[in-house]
């Protein structure tokens, strides 16, 4: 239990849980380890309100992965930026050195969506849950905000790369003439 107690001392600002979010499937998604460590809670409590409340949970709010996309997450781990980097361990230590044997993961892990983390709230009904929600909430915003602004800016730099191009082959169109 002290273990839960020093994990909850993560201050939970946006650029503090960005690190918990992942792309998978072409959504933006944290796992149930993560948000279980960040609500205060075992992930098996975690999942069993989830289970208790399936309804609540269609598809694309939390899905399960797959033995690909483990393969895949595992992949990307061994091939990290560095051995010793914190998500990088931080996520071998929670999905990928899975012990069949005992301790360990013993199923796949779950991942949720926005709307899935949102949904959780209503499932996990602490001061900490809605404390939590809240901080994620504003993670999605700002990482949403920052796509947008990446999108618009490469397309100013598609809309200049098309403009030099048009006028580059002017200049090499009257290039071509001068040597003829």
């Known amino acids: 239990m002290a273990s839960l107690v020093s994990k909850r001392a993560i201050v939970l600002k946006p650029e503090n849980v960005a690190q918990f979010v992942f792309f998978m499937r072409g959504e933006k998604v944290m796992f149930d380890a993560d948000l279980a460590m960040l609500y205060g809670v075992e992930v098996r409590s975690l999942n069993q309100a989830v289970a208790r409340n399936r309804k609540r949970f269609p598809a694309d709010f939390a899905f399960q992965l797959t033995d690909d996309e483990l393969a895949a997450l595992r992949s990307q781990l061994v091939i990290s930026k560095s051995p010793t980097s914190q998500a990088s361990s931080r996520l071998r230590s929670q999905i990928v050195t899975s012990n069949t044997g005992r301790g360990g993961r013993r199923y796949l892990p779950y991942a949720f969506t926005e ?56 200049v090499f169109e009257a290039i071509k003439q001068l040597i003829t």
């Open 115 to 170: 709307q899935g983390v949102a949904m959780l709230s209503s499932v996990l009904r602490s001061t900490r849950a809605v404390e939590v929600n809240i901080a994620i909430m504003r993670t999605f915003v700002q990482l949403r905000r920052l796509m947008d602004a990446n999108r618009d800016l490469a397309r100013k730099i598609e809309a200049l790369e098309k403009k030099y191009d048009e006028q580059f082959a002017v």
